[in-house]
């Protein structure tokens, strides 16, 4: 059973920057696509990036340029960093891992972004 734990949220000032790990328990290699989203309150969830296995990555439209993306196989854990915050980016992130296989979808249980000064 593959599970994901985010780590890195909590409150960030507009303009700085933003750091989230997620951490895969089982192989990071049955995983086909790795990939963050987040909701705001009172709206759908969006994609912020999603990278596959063969190196191609996605990013959400009110991402786009200010998101990096990037897996570390030796630790089980992949990351994104999300620069020149703006409080529109205030939501809960989530790391989503799709099986390549199976299909199977895991997702992480999300930790609390709040841009605000």
């Known amino acids: 059973q593959v599970q994901l734990v985010e780590s890195g949220g909590g409150l960030v000032q507009p303009g700085g920057s933003l750091n989230l790990s997620c951490v895969v328990s089982g192989s990071m290699f049955d995983l086909g696509r790795m990939g963050w989203y987040r909701q705001a309150p009172g709206k759908q969830r969006e994609l912020v990036a999603a990278t596959t296995n063969l190196g191609r990555t996605v990013y959400g439209d009110s991402t786009k340029g200010r998101v990096t993306i990037a897996r570390e196989n030796a630790k089980n854990t992949f990351y994104l960093r999300l620069n020149n915050l703006k409080p529109a980016d205030t939501g809960v992130y989530s790391c989503?891992?799709?099986?390549?296989?199976?299909?199977?979808?895991?997702w992480g249980q999300g930790t609390q972004v709040t841009v605000s000064s």
């Open positions: 989503r891992g799709v099986a390549g296989f199976t299909g199977a979808d895991y």
